[in-house]
């Protein structure tokens, strides 16, 4: 048996971010042979992600990134199954590298994403082998990605919740789409502006409006009138260019973009929240 000495197994450990043990138990079985022993670990963690599959992983980091050129943001989900996981600092280490993977790579889909590179092994590897270290279910479960002239990538505090803002025009001042990402946070658009709200959104919020007309006993020749002014209520509050600034509610977002730069306007925003 090849004897393991205890500086083999701290470089297993920082090569996996295995366990100490298991790295012991590792270079043991490999009899000190390190690509083996990396095989054996991953074997491990895949074979436990297997027995986790069925379980439910609620919890979780979601971390949004820009790239050097302010031109692309990605926002990726990573997802565990307890809150104690999700605020591992080594947990939240690994999302943000995923994500500045994504933000540079411009993989096509999540499934792209996870046979990009991360350390010499596949993304999707290393997040299999984290159930087999950490002991829970870790699966990467979501990834969007923007690109415009001006990106701004907001992760709000606890990594629940992280959102990317496109702006159609370079060189504003950083805090302008910091705000807007903020906003995008805080009230939870349905979409762009009244043009990008789906047809059946639309139709729908106007049988409300119907509805609710008719319990209040209004005359039906007003009806459609109340429901269309009932939908014009819902594209203030539920749009983005037309929601009130956070910061100054006489103001739409949109009227404060245009304050700043007549030219400006948002061409797309992303929004991920854990459990949504």
């Known amino acids: 048996m090849a004897k393991i ?8 450990r920082k090569m996996t971010g295995a366990g100490m043990m298991d790295c012991k ?27 986790r599959a069925d379980r439910e992983a609620t919890e979780g980091c979601i971390i949004a990134a820009v790239n050097g050129g302010k031109n692309r943001g990605a926002v990726v989900t990573l997802n565990c199954e307890t809150d104690f996981v999700a605020k591992n600092e080594d947990f939240v280490k690994l999302t943000r590298k995923i994500a500045e993977i994504a933000v540079e790579a411009n993989p096509a889909s ?6 990009l590179d991360i350390d010499g092994r596949k993304v999707g590897d290393v997040v299999a082998e984290q159930t087999g270290i950490i002991g ?13 002239e001006d990106v701004t ?9 992280a959102t990317l803002v496109g ?30 709200v789906p047809a ?21 020749q007003i009806i459609e009138k109340i429901a269309m002014g009932k939908l014009n209520k819902f594209f203030k509050e539920s749009t983005l ?6 910061k100054d509610s006489k103001s739409s977002v949109k009227a404060y973009l245009q304050g700043i730069d007549k030219e400006a306007t948002i061409t797309s925003f992303k929004r991920f929240s854990l459990g949504e």
Do not use: C, W
């Open 5 to 12: 000495a205890a500086t083999d197994v701290a470089k297993l």
């Open 25 to 51: 138990k590792a270079l043991t079985e490999a009899e000190g042979d390190f690509e083996k022993a990396q095989e054996i670990i991953r074997k491990k963690g895949q074979a436990i992600a297997n027995k």
């Open 110 to 115: 999540l499934e792209d994403l996870k046979g």
């Open 136 to 148: 829970e279910k870790i699966e990467l479960s979501a990834y969007d990605i923007i690109e415009a």
């Open 153 to 161: 990538a907001y992760v709000h505090p606890g990594n629940k919740i």
């Open 167 to 196: 702006i159609n025009k370079a060189g504003l001042d950083v805090q302008v789409g910091k705000d807007i990402a903020m906003q995008v946070a805080a009230m939870n658009p349905v979409s762009l502006s009244e043009d990008d």
């Open 200 to 220: 059946e959104v639309k139709e729908k919020e106007l049988e409300i409006g119907r509805d609710q007309a008719r319990q209040e006993g209004k005359p039906e």
């Open 241 to 246: 260019l037309n929601q009130a600034f956070i």
